[in-house]
């Protein structure tokens, strides 16, 4: 249970899931660490330099990481990862003074971050596939059913609901294979020592076997290692990873700030669930805020702002090495994570129990759709011989007039007023124009292309 007379940050208790904040948890990333000290210790043993005896015990004390007698230790010498070695040492009363041999921090420290990236990518994967799959299932239902489209949030003309979410699930799947080949291409490290030479391993184990005994911890830790790396890796790996993340962020972002837009009563198509004892409002009790599309919103942009400083740190990390990025890794790794597990989490939760509201979708295509008719009328006039212009002209005319009814309150009348048009008429018949007033009939492609993308979601997930 948190202390909660001390700051805690929300991502501890508040967003994300269990899993996704053991995998950055302070005791995961200590176990992870004494996993590559072990690994290590197996690599060396081939030389002479640990026993059987020795690595045994190791491995006999690799869970029982001792968090109070490290901290104990770090407050006295002031380096996290040392106090860990001496507190595992302490242990190991044999094997102790085995650990870390040739080592620098970063050999035990960048490939333990690179699994653990590894790790939450995985996770990330994992629920991003689940959302699609959510999500090619609304499509499935709503591939036909008209709705009104909007450009430059004014009413435009009709697309169907299942379109509308097939642009959401496309920028979805486009995150979902850029992640996973950033999952597929994470790389640690290695073990190269304080400037990335290898220098102090080769002088223990011969410059010969260096190759060799890289690949074998590579194989130990079933991570790839960079061919080249100073005292850490790439710093430009963080920046690509957290930027796909607001990559994913940005994706998520617009849905749920359309969610929000078309869940305010003059549209009232579509809302997230609610539940029937929610509170909406501390004053107004009638309220039903779209709290869980706000929260993806804020928290997205919050994401937004981390590649800036994973950026920073990839391009003013000098020569071999500073350390001007620890402090801030401590953060925006983990939190880029904990941000977008909550993102998914949350908009799984909105799309699962997606409220549509037929008869509002309804409302409003009886109140817009009849403008987009126009268009429809206007070509059908024209091959049949009518002026393109002028009839664009006589089109305006019955529009303006026609929306000056709507804002009144009052029904659309524009269909009626084409119908009784002489001069429109000569043209097309009133029965012309009541066929393609029928908007079902004027959704061109988006029906097809709505159940194409859920399948192509489908065959790349594996569905």
């Not at 508040?14 to 899993?19: G, K, Q, T, V």
């Not at 059987?52 to 006295?76: M, S």
């Not at 041999?101 to 035990?108: F, H, K, L, P, Y």
Request: glycine share 6%; aromatic share 8%; with cysteine.
């Amino acid at each position: 249970m948190a202390d909660h007379t001390q700051y805690q940050s929300p991502f501890s208790w508040r967003y994300a899931s269990p899993e996704m904040r053991s995998i950055w948890s302070e005791i995961h990333k200590r176990q992870l660490w004494r996993q590559a000290w072990i690994a290590l210790a197996r690599a060396q043993q081939p030389f002479g330099l640990v026993s059987q005896e020795q690595l045994a015990e190791l491995e006999a004390h690799a869970g029982q990481v001792d968090l109070p007698r490290a901290l104990e230790i770090e407050a006295e010498i002031h380096h996290d990862l040392m106090a860990e070695l001496k507190t595992f040492a302490e242990q190991c009363p044999t094997a102790g003074g085995i650990l870390h041999m040739g080592a620098t921090s970063m050999d035990i420290e960048d490939n333990v971050d690179a699994l653990r990236l590894g790790q939450a990518l995985d996770l990330v994967l994992l629920r991003l596939g689940s959302l699609l799959s959510v999500l090619v299932d609304q499509i499935d239902q709503t591939a036909n059913l008209p709705v009104m489209a909007f450009t430059h949030l004014q009413p435009a003309e009709p697309t169907t609901l299942g379109y509308r979410l097939a642009s959401y699930t496309q920028d979805l799947l486009e995150d979902w294979q850029v992640l996973g080949g950033l999952r597929a291409s994470i790389r640690g490290k290695g073990f190269k020592g304080a400037v990335g030479t290898g220098a102090a391993y080769a002088d223990l184990l011969g410059l010969q076997n260096f190759a060799a005994f890289e690949e074998h911890l590579s194989k130990e830790l079933n991570l790839p290692f960079y061919v080249v790396s100073t005292q850490t890796y790439p710093r430009k790996q963080d920046y690509q990873i957290i930027s796909a993340l607001a990559g994913l962020g940005a994706s998520l972002h617009k849905l749920a700030f359309d969610l929000r837009l078309l869940q305010s009563p003059p549209v009232g198509e579509l809302s997230e669930p609610f539940g029937s004892r929610q509170v909406g409002s501390s004053a107004m009790p009638f309220k039903r805020n779209p709290i869980n599309a706000e929260k993806i919103d804020s928290l997205a942009r919050f994401l937004a702002a981390l590649p800036e400083v994973a950026w920073h740190n990839a391009a003013n990390s000098l020569l071999e090495r500073t350390l001007d990025d620890s402090a801030n890794r401590r953060s925006i790794l983990p939190e880029s994570f904990l941000i977008i597990d909550e993102l998914l989490i949350t908009s799984h939760q909105i799309l699962k129990g997606l409220n549509i509201n037929r008869d509002a979708i309804k409302r409003n295509l009886a109140i817009y759709a009849p403008f987009a008719v126009t268009e429809r009328v206007m070509m059908a006039a024209a091959r049949g011989g009518a002026d393109r212009q002028e009839m664009h002209e006589r089109l305006r005319e019955h529009a303006m007039a026609a929306w000056q009814e709507v804002q009144a309150g009052r029904p659309n009348p524009l269909i009626a007023y084409l119908k009784t048009d002489t001069w429109i008429t000569t043209y097309l018949s009133p029965e012309q124009i009541e066929f393609l007033a029928n908007i079902g009939a004027y959704t061109g492609i988006a029906p097809q292309r709505a159940r194409e993308t859920a399948e192509r979601v489908r065959s790349k997930l594996g569905k």
